[in-house]
């Protein structure tokens, strides 16, 4: 079972996102065990429970000190094959074939980033693969961690039901997902195409490669060129 490991200054923000629908049901069934630790509980300032400073040389901000982080890390790992994972807008995209590779993992330990950053000495000698989820500057972490645990728990075998498939779904295959309709087949004078009520699968097959492929030439020619 993949164990996820959050450290984050808001351990207040998952609970929410991870007690509903399938992040739940993922849980409930051992299929991934995601724990959240506040880092402030690994800083030697127990006064204060002071994670951020200056930055050396100067400069706008805060950084996130070395010695919260390493403790916290060297503390909550389980597992003797670890990952771990630095969400920041420098890091490796993320991807469909990213969250299928992390899907393989033992024990990710997630760190959200917060402030204008972290100490360089967190990324040279404690991170092992640093994260971006998109070309914008978030206010912390948080968010990212929470997209990486979803879209990696739902491809881990068994959390979907056979309802939700992975198969017709956008990137499976470099595509994104063709245009779907449902009840009723006519709404208000707008129908559903022919082929769809046609019963005939290889022409609906067909008929859905031929709109996925459409939609991508469309919208993201890049992934037709990068096959993701
Ligand atoms: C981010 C991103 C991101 C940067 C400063 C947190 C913020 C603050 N993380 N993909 N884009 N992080 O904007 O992953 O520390």
Redesign the pocket.
């Known amino acids: 079972m993949l164990r996820v490991d959050i450290i984050t200054i808001f351990p207040d923000m998952f609970g929410p996102v991870l007690n509903e629908s399938i992040l739940k049901r993922a849980q409930e069934k051992k299929k991934v065990d995601i724990r959240i630790h506040d880092l402030r509980d690994y800083t030697d300032d127990k006064k204060h429970r002071k994670v951020d400073d200056r930055p050396f040389g100067g400069g706008p901000g805060m950084l ?1 000190m070395p010695q919260p982080l390493f403790d916290a890390v060297k503390a909550v790992k389980a597992r003797r094959k670890v990952k771990v994972i630095y ?3 420098a ?1 490796k995209p ?1 991807t469909q074939f990213y969250a299928k590779t992390l899907t393989k993992a033992q024990n990710l330990i997630i760190i ?7 100490d360089e000495r967190v990324r040279e000698h404690l991170v092992d693969e640093e ?11 948080e ?2 961690a929470m997209l990486i645990v979803d879209a990696v728990t739902r491809l881990i075998p068994g959390v979907l039901g056979k309802e939700e498939s992975l198969i017709h779904e956008s990137f499976e295959g470099g595509l994104l997902e063709g245009p779907q309709y449902t009840r009723p087949a006519d709404f208000r004078g707008k129908k559903v195409p022919d082929v769809l009520l046609s019963g005939n699968h290889k022409s609906i097959e067909k008929w859905r490669h031929e709109k996925a492929l459409a939609m991508t030439k469309k919208v993201r020619p890049d992934l037709l060129k990068k096959g993701v």
């Open positions: 996130m969400t920041s807008p890091g993320f959200c980033g917060h402030y204008e950053g972290i994260i971006s989820v998109g070309d914008y500057v978030l206010t912390g972490g968010l990212p």
